[in-house]
C-alpha cells in the first residue's frame, strides 16, 4: 500500500451504520480522513461518531440518507460540502429469498436496494467528482452477483446488475482519472451471520473488507475479491455447464 495522501481526501460512507461501513469508516479515519457517515436516522450514530472522531482526531460528521429516496436523491449529492474525495457505498440488503419469492414488494425492497439506490447515488457523484480528475468511487458488491444461485437469486439478481453498473461505470471513465472499484466481500462476520456456521477460510471480518476498500483506492486492483479463494470458488461456479449447474444447490 502506498503511503496515505498528504492531504487526506473527505471520505462519504452511504450505509455508514452497517458493521462493514463503520470498519471503513474507522479505517480511513485512522490515515487522517475527514468522514462522513451517512445513513437513515443517522442521529443514532452520534455514538460512533464521537469513538471515531477522538479516536482519530479527524472530523465525523453524520448525514441523512435513505438509499430509497431517489426525489431527495440530487439534493443529498449537491449538499456534500466540501465534495468527497472517495465515496463508498455499503448499502445492501440481503432480504430472504423465500419471501422475496412470494411477496413481489418484499423482492423489489431487495432489489432496489442493493441495485437501483446504490447505483443512482454513485451515478450522481460521479457527474460531480470525474472534471476534479482524481477520486474513487468504491461500490461494495457481492459473490452473489457473479452467477445466479437457487439459494439468493433475487439477491444476486440485484448485485449483479450493480456489478455490470460499476464495470461500465470504470470503463466509462477510465481516462478521467477518477478511479471506480468494485469489492465483492463473500462472507463477514457481523450480526447478521451470528449464529451461521461460515467456513474459516471463506469468511472475512469487517476489518479485512475495510483494508481492501484502501488498498484498492490507493491504487490496488479495482475488482477486488477480498479473501483471494473467492475468486477461484466464483470462477469454478461460473464455469459449471448449465445441465451441471441445474442440479446443484448452492
Known amino acids: ?71 431527495a436523491l440530487p439534493g443529498f449529492v449537491a449538499a456534500q460540502q466540501p465534495p468527497p474525495g472517495i465515496v463508498v457505498s455499503v448499502v445492501g440488503l440481503m432480504g430472504e429469498q423465500a419471501e422475496s419469492e412470494r411477496d413481489p414488494q418484499a423482492a423489489a425492497r431487495v432489489m432496489r436496494s442493493n441495485y437501483e439506490g446504490p447505483a443512482l447515488a454513485l451515478g450522481l457523484f460521479a457527474e460531480v467528482m470525474a472534471p476534479r480528475g482524481k477520486g474513487a468511487i468504491v461500490g461494495v458488491s457481492s459473490v452473489a452477483g457473479d452467477r445466479g444461485r437457487a439459494s439468493n437469486y433475487v439477491y444476486g439478481s440485484a448485485k449483479a446488475g450493480f456489478t455490470a453498473f460499476l464495470s461500465g461505470l470504470r470503463n466509462r471513465l477510465s481516462d478521467s482519472g477518477l478511479r471506480v472499484v468494485t469489492v465483492k466481500p463473500g462472507f463477514v462476520a457481523t450480526r447478521m451471520t451470528e449464529g451461521m456456521d461460515l467456513p474459516a477460510r471463506l469468511t472475512a471480518a469487517p476489518a479485512e473488507v475495510a483494508e481492501a476498500v484502501v488498498r484498492a483506492v490507493r491504487g490496488g486492483p479495482e475488482v477486488v475479491y477480498v479473501r483471494p479463494i473467492w475468486g477461484l470458488v466464483m470462477r469454478a461456479i461460473r464455469g459449471l455447464p448449465e445441465p451441471m449447474f441445474k442440479r446443484t444447490r448452492l
Open 1 to 71: 500500500m502506498t503511503d496515505p495522501d498528504p492531504t487526506p481526501a473527505p471520505v462519504l460512507i452511504l450505509g455508514g451504520r452497517s458493521e462493514i461501513g463503520l470498519a471503513i469508516a474507522r479505517r480511513f479515519a485512522a490515515d487522517r480522513h475527514p468522514v462522513v457517515l451517512a445513513a437513515r436516522d443517522a442521529a443514532g450514530l452520534e455514538a460512533d461518531r464521537a469513538d471515531i472522531a477522538l479516536r482519530h482526531g479527524v472530523e465525523v460528521r453524520l448525514a441523512e440518507y435513505d438509499a430509497l429516496d431517489l426525489e
